[in-house]
């Protein structure tokens, strides 16, 4: 068993969420570019000229790229072979939030109680996932989240006859319904399948894969393509004040099912796409 | 897209019907921000009848929660938040002479009608977009709920602060003009 002490958990986890409030991939700035230029709408052009120097602005390090710095999203995969030391691992992950938001100047969004409302002021607890694979490492993902693109994001139980074209219409139609709320151009994560816990989790999980990168298997990297485009002929457009660039890509994710059950799930992503992996 | 308008705070009534959606703006002078639970206290002191903390006439309401100043400067990052949930309480500071809103995302009907009745403006600002705004803003101090933390409402001082036009005194709405634009049959 390799030895990892949760010291270096709570240092690692402070450092993510620090770099992914203040650095925004080169995928996502990339893909900015791409569709600045392709876009039609001289307002459109405007805002994502801003999205582009905000991102700038924000390496920098004295602002975050939005002041919603989100829920912290953790996505922890743990080796089958390490064994945490030094103390608990749930902790451990609170303090990293803590330190991390704290000494980030990130902005505390989190209320302990979902109907009493009172804020924690150090924005934990985190939402951590957990997945034990194989090996002796510890890899880490903060995905920090944002409330207003979560709140746009919805699971839906399908029947089984409602297939491919059901599961498009779906998720189409949500984007379209959130207009401009969950600040276009989204990232739109997809789930389908699994049950109506483990959908919702794989849209989630979604969203950390880099704009372009298609599913491995063509059936669902050409539904990608198909929806992208479906998504942009909308006409939302950035900030949802008209244009071709609604979202910046769509990235579906699938489990096995049962017979009876066809969930789907679509988790919108801001373009604030924030996420920072470390391995240990 | 054409060269920004400059305007500057206090605003007039005929300021405010010059301006039509999609009219690219940089404001200067004073803002005050204020969101959710600010709006309520502020409507349900002019239900009593008792007066604001501070005179909104001619004035601008930025609907922002920043993220922590760091020492030493005036604040954080501070994009704007979602403006459908101040739809209850908009109109009601409109016709105490609040000339407009700073937000982001469409205002419902009623908020429609004040912005035609009583000639103000709303103004979307980039969602996200806030190390770029927060450059733009150079002072502020909060006037009034402290005990509010992120949300007490704050005086601004501001130059060149980026903004679009997205609902006007005359009608305009960008959210559905834009999207029928573009939008694809």
Not at chain 1, 31 to 58: C, V, Y
Not at chain 2, 51 to 62: A, E, N, R
């Amino acid at each position: 068993m390799r030895e990892i002490h949760v010291d270096q958990v709570v240092k690692t986890v402070a450092e993510l969420c620090i770099a992914a409030n203040y650095e925004l991939d080169e995928d996502v700035i990339e893909s900015f570019r791409h569709f600045r230029e392709k876009e039609e709408s001289p307002t459109a052009r405007a805002i994502l000229d801003q999205l582009i120097e905000n991102a700038a602005i924000a390496r920098e390090g004295l602002f975050p790229m939005c002041q919603d710095t989100g829920f912290a999203v953790l996505f922890v995969e743990i080796g089958q072979e390490v064994h945490i030391v030094g103390g608990d691992l749930w902790e451990a992950l609170n303090e990293g939030v803590r330190k991390g938001y704290g000494e980030g100047y990130l902005r505390k969004s989190i209320v302990a109680d979902p109907l009493r409302r009172v804020n924690t002021k150090d924005n934990t607890p985190p939402v951590v996932w957990t997945e034990i694979v194989p090996g002796d490492k510890l890899t880490i993902t903060v995905a920090p989240k944002g409330g207003g693109s979560e709140n746009m994001s919805e699971v839906r139980m399908l029947r089984p006859a409602d297939g491919v074209e059901g599961v498009k219409n779906f998720v189409v139609d949500r984007v379209s319904r959130s207009g401009g709320n969950p600040c276009p151009p989204v990232i739109v994560g997809v789930g389908i399948g699994g049950t109506f816990d483990k959908c919702a989790w794989l849209a989630k999980k979604a969203l950390l894969r880099p704009i372009g990168q298609r599913h491995p298997d063509p059936f669902y990297a050409d539904m990608e393509v198909e929806l992208l485009e479906r998504i942009n002929r909308l006409g939302i457009g950035p900030q949802g004040l008209g244009g071709r660039t609604t979202a910046l890509d769509v990235h579906v994710e699938v489990y096995p099912c049962h017979i009876a059950s066809l969930p789907a799930a679509v988790n919108m992503q801001c373009h604030a796409a924030r996420h920072k992996t470390a391995v240990i | 897209m054409a060269e920004a308008i400059k305007i500057t705070t206090p605003l007039t009534d005929e300021q405010v019907e010059k301006l039509r959606v999609g009219d690219s703006v940089l404001i200067t002078g004073v803002i005050y921000t204020g969101r959710d639970a600010a709006h309520k206290r502020l409507v349900e002191l002019l239900a009593e009848g008792k007066p604001l903390p501070f005179d909104v006439k001619g004035q601008l309401i930025y609907y922002v929660g920043p993220s922590p100043a760091r020492p030493g400067m005036p604040i954080g990052s501070a994009g704007p938040t979602t403006s459908y949930r101040m739809d209850p309480y908009a109109p009601a500071l409109i016709r105490q002479g609040l000339k407009g809103m700073i937000g982001k995302g469409e205002m419902g009907a009623e908020v429609a009608q004040a912005l035609q009745a009583h000639k103000a403006v709303y103004f979307a600002a980039v969602g996200g977009a806030a190390a770029l705004i927060a450059k733009s803003i150079l002072k502020s101090e909060v006037v009034a709920y402290e005990d509010l933390g992120a949300e007490a409402i704050q005086r601004l001082e501001v130059k060149n602060f980026p903004a679009i036009v997205a609902q006007d005194c005359h009608g305009g709405n960008i959210y559905r003009e834009g999207r029928a634009k573009y939008e694809v049959k």
